[in-house]
């Protein structure tokens, strides 16, 4: 389980407890039924890192909603952007899609649009962090709130040297992770997979 969810699973648990104890099973079958859906969005599995070089694994688990160039703001360049949405029956938990080096984060305050939306990455409150990676490409990750996703968790710093595949961040209920990377990134990502993070490979550097 994620470590951000103990709090909330506990207090999922014992509000259907009392609720049980006190007025009866029948009256805690909507807070048993909570608590099952809390501890599920909670769930924080292992995966098997792929060890292909020149490689990018996905960032998040969920549906790709977008595919194709289009501007990166955050290195003023023109990019291969890749988006994936998380509802919230995906595992929340982020990792890192490159080995390499944080170069610089930005965090924007923001609204709080329906993450599957394509201008939630314009306008949503995001979290991005530009990777340096091994073989000196550049790649810029980017944690978007969503509808009801009001808080987006971050635990690395600039300066610090990450692995493809680490976990970094969470994102709580609900929202969107965009990858912007080289024009001449090579994408084997298509419109409407569903990916796995750190485990699914989106595509590789052309060398």
């Not at 509000?15 to 909570?34: D, T, Y």
């Not at 809390?38 to 909603?65: C, H, L, S």
């Not at 485990?199 to 060398?207: C, E, K, P, R, S």
Request: with cysteine; hydrophobic share 45%; glycine share 8%.
């Amino acid at each position: 389980m994620a470590k951000e969810g103990w709090l909330h699973i506990a207090f999922a648990v014992f509000a259907a407890v009392m609720v049980n104890i006190f007025f009866g099973f029948w009256w805690s079958i909507p807070l048993w039924l909570a608590a099952v859906f809390v501890i599920q969005f909670f769930r924080d599995p292992k995966r098997e890192i792929p060890k292909q070089p020149n490689t990018v694994v996905a960032p998040a688990d969920g549906k790709v909603v977008f595919v194709g160039a289009a501007p990166d703001p955050y290195l003023d360049r023109n990019a291969v952007k890749i988006s994936i949405f998380m509802n919230v029956f995906s595992v929340h938990s982020n990792r890192i899609p490159v080995t390499g080096k944080v170069e610089r984060i930005w965090y924007t305050r923001g609204k709080f649009f329906n993450a599957e939306l394509d201008k939630a990455s314009e306008l949503n409150e995001r979290n991005a962090i530009w990777l340096k990676a091994e073989n000196g490409e550049d790649a810029v990750c980017v944690q978007v709130a969503g509808l009801i996703a009001r808080r987006i968790l971050s635990y690395i710093e600039t300066g610090q040297n990450v692995q493809r595949g680490q976990r970094y961040g969470f994102i709580r209920f609900g929202s969107r992770v965009d990858l912007y990377l080289p024009e001449h990134f090579r994408s084997s990502a298509t419109l409407g997979d569903w990916v796995y993070a750190g485990t699914d490979v989106l595509g590789h550097f052309a060398q």
